[in-house]
Every structure is written in C-alpha cells, then in structure tokens.
C-alpha cells in the first residue's frame, strides 16, 4: 500500500462548481501536511498547508482527519486558472516528505 | 527565502550513457535535500533525501545514486542509464527554519533513448 494515496482523476467540473479532493496517508506518524499544485510540465508549488483545525485561505479549504488519516482539499467557485494538479504532501519525523499520484482538474468554460 | 538551481533543464542521453544532474541552494543554510522523479503523467517518487554533508538515505532501489559533497549542493547520478530513467526529475529543499514547506527547483527533464 502507498504511503499516500490520491484518486488520479481527472476531475472535469464546470466553472463556478465546487470539487473536493480526499487524500489517505498510512503512515500514523506523519507530522504535516500540504496541498501543492502542479501546473503542467512546472514545479510544484504550495497551495497550503493543512491544520487539524482546518484552515481556510479564499475560495480553498483543507481538513486534516488524523482518527481516519485524510486530507482533504475543497475549491468553491471553480476558475479556468485553477485548472492543474493538486498534489498531497506528508512529511514524517524521518525527514521523508511523501508525495501521493497527484488529483488532475480540469475546470470547463 | 530559499532558491533551488538545477541543471541541466532538458537532457536526452542514449541508453547506457551516464548521468549527472545538479542542484544547488540559495538562501539558507543546512537544508534538507531532496530528489524526485516524475514519470509521464504520474506523482512525484521520492529518490534520495540527505539531512547533512554525506548524509543519503535512499528509497527506491535502482541504478541511480546520490551525493551531497557540500552543505548547498546535492548531486544525481547514474552509471548506465535505462530507459525507464526518462522522467521529470526535481530537486527540492527544505529549510530548517520554516513551516516544512519544500521549495523546487524548475526540474530537468531527462529522455533516455
């Protein structure tokens, strides 16, 4: 099993919709998590990081489930421009900082 | 703030050639270091992460190696490249001062023909 897994996608949605992305770690020990966003053929770059408490930055939310070991990514109001990959990140007390395949978007006019 | 250099950008090598891609560190001191693989249309797979000068730790079994000669500079390579080594590969950078957020470099893009 990986250590973090994403559903691929790809998620089609239409502007102005709102889509959730989950992300399951198995790794109880995991200390932080991210959401990154991967624009094709770019680097990743932070989206945000995720609190227990939740935490919200504009039209993006995430959630952090420790008892049931998900993250969770919600985008309200759907832009062309948010159209790319989300990536989950999990870092460890071991310094490994994990990666799951990534969820595609595709935001439609 | 941290800045990842890595070159080359593009590379295609012929199978069996060997292999050298380079990443270096601006603006902070004593990160830790990381190399990914991107294969086409897929996640990011950890190769190698390095907490210090000499330090390796190695994830993934295969005809690639590591290597951090200096605090800022951490260095990919390979004997005799496969064809499945072509990829996106990304070096990134975690600065002991922040939030344990990575910065990337632009990545190198390598095909193996």
């Known amino acids: 099993r990986k250590e973090v897994e994403q559903d691929p996608g790809p998620f089609n949605v239409p502007e102005g919709a709102t889509v959730a992305f989950n992300c399951t770690y198995s790794n109880s020990a995991s200390q932080s998590f991210f959401w990154y966003r991967q624009d094709c053929r770019k680097e990743p770059k932070l989206l945000m990081s995720?609190?227990?408490s939740g935490n919200e930055d504009g039209r993006f939310t995430a959630q952090l489930n420790r008892a049931s070991q998900y993250i969770s990514l919600l985008i309200r109001d759907s832009k062309l421009s948010d159209s790319a990959t989300y990536l989950c990140?999990?870092?460890?007390?071991?310094?490994?900082?994990?990666f799951g395949t990534g969820t595609r978007l595709k935001v439609l006019a | 703030s941290q800045t990842i250099h890595q070159w080359p950008a593009t590379l295609v090598q012929p199978v069996g050639s060997p292999l050298s891609l380079e990443c270096t560190v601006e603006?902070?001191?004593?990160?830790?270091l990381y190399w990914y693989r991107q294969a086409a249309g897929r996640g990011l797979q950890l190769l190698f992460y390095s907490v210090g000068i000499g330090q390796i730790s190695s994830e993934v079994p295969q005809n690639l190696s590591a290597s951090r000669p200096q605090d800022r500079q951490f260095i990919l390579s390979s004997k005799k490249l496969l064809l499945s080594d072509s990829g996106f590969y990304l070096c990134?950078?975690?600065?002991?001062?922040?939030?344990?957020?990575?910065?990337f470099g632009a990545g190198s893009r390598l095909t193996v023909l």
């Open positions: 990140g999990s870092f460890s007390g071991t310094y490994k900082y994990i």
């Open positions: 603006g902070t001191s004593n990160p830790n």
């Open positions: 990134a950078g975690l600065s002991r001062s922040g939030a344990n957020v990575l910065t």
């Open positions: 995720v609190y227990s």
